[in-house]
């Protein structure tokens, strides 16, 4: 008989309601296609389960196309070490999370993960990459965990959490060309729906890291390493970046790679150009590069927003250690707060970040710009600025406003990844 355990929503940011529900198993070795998904007699794989009708999938009016399947809203599967092939969901839509998760002191792994849409799905803590399956899989996705690119504003709070997401493992042997071709890219939030989350995911060894495309997504503590395009894309109003590491940026132009890499980058998604608006990016560490022996040096900018109008953002509290001019740079900004930030280079050269108000459109009005330390600042484009202790950085205040940070977003999301078993950052990086 399967028994009932509490599953506990993580918050979201509807602030889900804690459901009690049914908990089902899957174990690639132990486990077969004809349990019932106890403990006792549990499944085999979790795409087996999906591919047999064992989840309940409802339409957006909540009517199942599978209405005896034992796993259904409130319900959580737990998967066991082992490969599990790959998760493909096309259409969910939930009153209650249902929560595909890595069994205690399990280490599941998976191929890829697609929700086309849906509504209340949690995946939390998997080991995401094509890299481990026994034979190539067909077809291997552009992203590597793709959530709510279908349906309409009805799909939504699609969350990944926990889950260490890569290409590969081991880029030693990698030409510069290889980071441009072989690597997958990390999460995809939207195009469609609202208010999809990725928190906590570590995501290594990609071309583009995460990419928010939903309006009102949340981007929180994860772990963007060693890419090669953009760490982290906020492109829909109402977003949220924060407390994330974005570290080791390889390839350029001279590897024939044309794109113009950041750290976090804004702009109006399938246009390029345009009015976003109430973006906050919060207390986030970007760090062009660890060690000064990596391969295939690249200057990235950090945070860089050059395509508005850009209405109401909230940029504060990060610390961006870059080799580019663009240290913190929003373009025709309008009533946008940028404080208490932090812009450093550690690189002998000409190209000391800066924090700036640009503009392309003769746009850029009423914006504050206070607390912040950098080796320049360029306000002249707002005629109504309101600039107040902004202070040249030094590399004593650069030092403190890092460990402060880092301390900061290792008590909140651990010092070490759950799933990748690797640390968020290593301290002797920014002394190099």
Not at 24 to 35: E, K
Not at 303 to 320: A, M, Q, R, S, T
Not at 407 to 427: L, M, N, Q, V
Request: aromatic residues 8%; contains cysteine; charged residues 20%.
């Amino acid at each position: 008989m399967i028994g009932k355990t509490l599953v506990l929503a993580m918050p979201l940011i509807s602030a889900l309601a804690t459901s009690h529900g049914a908990t089902f198993y899957c174990d690639p070795a132990g486990g077969s296609a004809r349990g019932n998904g106890s403990v006792e007699r549990p499944w085999r794989t979790v795409e087996e389960v999906l591919s047999a009708g064992l989840v309940r999938l409802c339409d957006q009016d909540g009517k199942p196309v599978n209405a005896d399947a034992p796993v259904g809203p409130g319900d959580t599967l737990l998967l066991r070490s082992g490969w599990h092939g790959v998760i493909r969901i096309p259409r969910g839509y939930n009153d209650r999370p249902i929560t595909i998760a890595a069994d205690q002191g399990h280490a599941p792994q998976v191929g890829w993960i697609e929700i086309g849409e849906g509504r209340k799905w949690l995946l939390k803590g998997l080991t995401v990459s094509p890299s481990l399956a026994p034979s190539s899989l067909e077809h291997p996705p552009g992203n590597l965990v793709k959530l709510g690119e279908r349906g309409g504003d009805r799909s939504a709070e699609l969350v990944v959490e926990d889950c260490f997401v890569y290409s590969v493992l081991d880029t030693s042997a990698w030409a510069g060309k290889d980071w441009v071709q072989k690597p997958a890219s990390g999460i995809w939030l939207g195009r469609h729906g609202t208010g999809h989350v990725a928190r906590n995911n570590y995501v290594l060894n990609t071309r583009f890291g995460i990419n928010l495309c939903a309006p009102e997504c949340l981007c929180e503590g994860n772990v963007v390493a060693n890419f090669s395009a953009d760490g982290i894309r906020a492109t829909r109003d109402g977003q949220i970046v924060q407390y994330n590491v974005v570290k080791n940026n390889f390839v350029g132009s001279r590897d024939g790679d044309q794109n113009h890499d950041d750290g976090i980058q804004a702009f109006l998604f399938n246009v390029g150009t345009g009015t976003l608006r109430d973006i906050t990016v919060r207390g986030n560490i970007i760090l062009a590069r660890e060690k000064d022996d990596l391969p295939f040096p690249n200057p990235l900018q950090g945070i860089g927003f050059f395509d508005g109008p850009l209405v109401g953002f909230v940029v504060e509290k990060n610390v961006v250690c870059v080799n580019h001019w663009h240290g913190i740079t929003l373009g025709d900004a309008q009533g946008c707060t940028i404080q208490d930030n932090t812009a450093f280079s550690r690189w002998s050269g000409r190209a000391r970040p800066w924090v700036m108000v640009g503009q392309k459109k003769n746009q850029a009005r009423g914006n504050t710009l206070r607390n912040n330390f950098a080796h320049s600042f360029s306000f002249e484009a707002d005629p109504e600025v309101k600039a107040e202790n902004n202070r040249e950085v030094t590399e004593a205040t650069f030092h403190q406003k890092l460990a402060e940070l880092a301390a900061s977003i290792d008590a909140k999301f651990g010092k070490t990844h759950p799933t990748a078993k690797r640390p968020r950052w290593e301290p002797e990086a920014a002394q190099r």
